[in-house]
């Protein structure tokens, strides 16, 4: 998703991360913890986070297939582990050190494997089946 003012291999901005995020289904955004912009996929009853952006701070939280996943991602020095979710396969990325193609595609896995976690009545519900 590129614009006059970027290119795939710049780092993504702010707003990339927000108009790509919002282009998926069933996505809504929420400010929360300090201006962290929280994206989720459901509605406000039932919902599951998928990524967490920190404006102005090259930073964005999401989730990854795999702890070995996580890994690879932290050893390449594109991604930290998150402070505050130490467990599991979420992961800070660095987004000065990606491409906008590697956040995107990023955000789209991590919307995924969040969508598969939901029941079915849910994805039934948001039309995500």
């Known amino acids: 998703m ?3 003012t970027d ?4 780092p993504a901005s702010d707003a990339d991360i927000d108009r790509f995020a919002m282009t998926l289904k069933s ?9 962290s912009h929280v994206y989720k ?3 406000t009853d039932t919902f599951k986070m998928f990524a967490i952006l920190n404006p102005g701070k090259q ?3 999401v989730k990854t297939a795999s702890r070995d996943m996580a890994d690879m991602l932290i050893a390449a ?4 582990r998150h402070t505050h979710m130490p467990r599991g396969s979420w992961v800070m990325l660095l987004l ?3 491409e906008a193609e590697d ?13 598969q976690a939901l029941t079915k009545s849910a994805r039934k519900k948001f039309g995500l089946d």
């Open 2 to 4: 590129s614009t006059d």
């Open 7 to 10: 290119s795939d291999d710049c």
């Open 27 to 35: 996505v809504f955004m929420t400010e929360q913890w300090m201006g």
């Open 41 to 43: 996929v459901g509605d």
């Open 59 to 61: 930073q964005l939280t």
């Open 77 to 80: 020095g594109v991604a930290q």
């Open 96 to 98: 000065d050190k990606l």
């Open 103 to 115: 956040v995107r595609d990023r955000i789209a896995d991590s919307y995924d494997l969040v969508v």
